[in-house]
């Protein structure tokens, strides 16, 4: 089988088209922060990947969700990462739905059937602030909760139809707790700003947005049982195992076109060839594996196989990125911006939360028999 024909069929066979239309256009066109790759991939069913099929949508696995994250990144680095990021909120959805009361089954049904995209509001992008930490402030009147504050940088900010984003609840007794708002793009006192201004992921949109006294009905606020130690309750536990394993799945989607490049270069020595492919594959493997295991049982070990499978990535990326580079040669960076451009995108996954610093301490006391905790 050639390199990333299953991925590719795969993608053809559940969002027919988009493939197609990708590949028709030059990389550094999807990669502008106005390209087509977001309409391409709503208009051909990609917001209801993870929706169940009862409800409209295309009831993806998670083994099928990395698979496809991997072959929309060989295309369009930018898409995969923006998409990610609804694919993560969809996933918590269809999660809270369970124990819900019927507003998620209709807002999901809803994204399958119109074709809705969310972005995420958590913390990513702050230095030293945890995934976990509020980028909003909430006051509560009534059954009305008001919502100020901005997420930067925040994917799919051009294009999203709803905001996720994480809260701190004032309690009646005292205290907070973390609850999760979602925001229409129309609210009164929702607004866009230019953030992004690096050209690598342009596409994403990863833009701020910001909530100026945004009134957010207490339907679409969702309660979690997060504590104060940072130990996750189940929906938050199966929201980060989807984001680890589709934003790893993005990045090394992104180094496979590179790797991809190479092998079509005649001149190079099978054993160069041989070198990247075999290590790309070979954390292909590992997060192929996790997702088989992790799509029945997302719990607390999931999460930590996960961050396992990230990091290593992470690290197999920056060795193969620069064997990539150097065997396609001075010419090849020269004439097409291409390899340069894919050499530096592919190396962003290090940028996403929990850095490997922060979570040095809790995977330590995981594997030690103790808790997992995310901060």
Not at 48 to 54: N, Q
Not at 84 to 105: K, N, R
Not at 168 to 184: D, F, I
Request: glycine content about 10%.
């Amino acid at each position: 089988m050639q390199y990333l024909q299953r991925e590719r069929e795969l993608l053809e066979e559940l969002l027919p088209g988009l493939d197609t239309a990708l590949a028709a256009v030059p990389l550094s066109e999807l990669e502008q922060p106005a390209g087509p790759g977001v309409a391409a991939f709503r208009a051909t069913g990609g917001s209801g990947l993870l929706v169940p099929v009862e409800h409209g949508g295309k009831g993806a696995d998670l083994l099928t969700a990395v698979r496809i994250q991997r072959a929309v990144a060989t295309r369009s680095p930018s898409l995969a990462v923006a998409t990610t990021m609804h694919h993560f909120s969809v996933a918590s959805l269809v999660e809270a739905a369970a124990a819900g009361d019927g507003m998620e089954w209709l807002l999901l049904t809803a994204i399958a059937n119109d074709g809705l995209l969310l972005a995420s509001g958590f913390a990513e992008g702050r230095t030293g602030q945890g995934i976990l930490s509020p980028t909003l402030t909430a006051r509560v009147e009534g059954d009305k909760i008001r919502l100020s504050g901005s997420k930067k940088p925040c994917s799919l900010s051009r294009s999203m139809d709803l905001l996720t984003a994480s809260v701190a609840l004032p309690e009646p007794a005292g205290g907070t707790r973390l609850a999760v708002a979602l925001v229409p793009k129309d609210a009164i006192g929702v607004s866009v700003r230019p953030f992004w201004h690096s050209p690598v992921l342009a596409g994403a949109e990863s833009d701020e947005v910001v909530l100026d006294d945004v009134e957010v009905p207490a339907d679409l606020v969702v309660r979690t049982d997060v504590t104060d130690d940072g130990r996750l309750d189940r929906l938050q536990t199966v929201g980060f195992v989807w984001f680890e394993s589709l934003m790893t799945a993005s990045y090394l989607g992104a180094a496979s076109a590179l790797v991809e490049r190479v092998l079509a270069a005649p001149k190079l020595p099978p054993a160069v060839k041989a070198d990247v492919t075999t290590e790309l594959h070979a954390c292909w493997l590992a997060l192929e594996g996790l997702a088989r295991t992790a799509g029945a049982d997302p719990g607390e070990h999931a999460l930590a196989d996960a961050l396992v499978c990230r990091y290593a990535a992470q690290d197999a990326i920056d060795r193969i990125a620069g064997r990539c580079l150097e065997a396609l040669g001075g010419m090849s960076f020269i004439s097409c911006g291409d390899a340069a451009y894919l050499n530096s995108a592919c190396r962003a996954l290090a940028f996403h939360p929990p850095s490997r610093a922060r979570m040095a301490a809790p995977l330590t006391d995981h594997f030690a028999g103790r808790p997992l905790r995310v901060g």
